[in-house]
């Protein structure tokens, strides 16, 4: 299983941007999937998932960001609205869930940069 992240980069505060992440592989199931980052000198935290087709925020993420997901085509998206200066991190993008011939996975994205500039 390999994902596929983008549409990282700098935007001003207040402004908006879109991340998108594409499954690809031998996927049998999708457990869960959505977004994780990293700021520096922090620990990797849950931004907002889709899990068991329930969708889960962050308590930072809610009201701003929106997680969606296309199951035809694997793919999840977060559009997050009124960017503050603190959601720049790292963005890692995650799928839980069974490959062909494999048992339940994590896996990750390669990860994208959110710059959020004052």
């Known amino acids: 299983v390999q994902l596929q992240a983008s549409g990282g980069g700098m935007v001003q505060a207040g402004g908006s941007l879109r991340l998108s992440c594409a499954a690809s592989?031998?996927?049998?199931?999708?457990?869960?999937m959505g977004w994780y980052r990293q700021a520096p000198g922090k620990e990797r935290e849950l931004v907002a998932a889709?899990?068991?087709?329930?969708?889960n925020y962050a308590d930072s993420a809610k009201d701003r960001f929106t997680i969606s997901r296309d199951n035809a085509k694997n793919t999840v998206h977060l559009q997050m609205n009124s960017l503050k200066t603190e959601d720049t991190a790292v963005y890692y993008c995650?799928?839980?869930?069974?490959?062909w011939g494999r048992g339940v996975n994590d896996y990750w994205g390669q990860g994208t940069l959110v710059t959020v500039s004052s």
């Open positions: 889709i899990i068991s087709g329930t969708t």
């Open positions: 995650h799928l839980r869930g069974r490959a």
């Open positions: 592989g031998n996927i049998v199931t999708i457990n869960a």
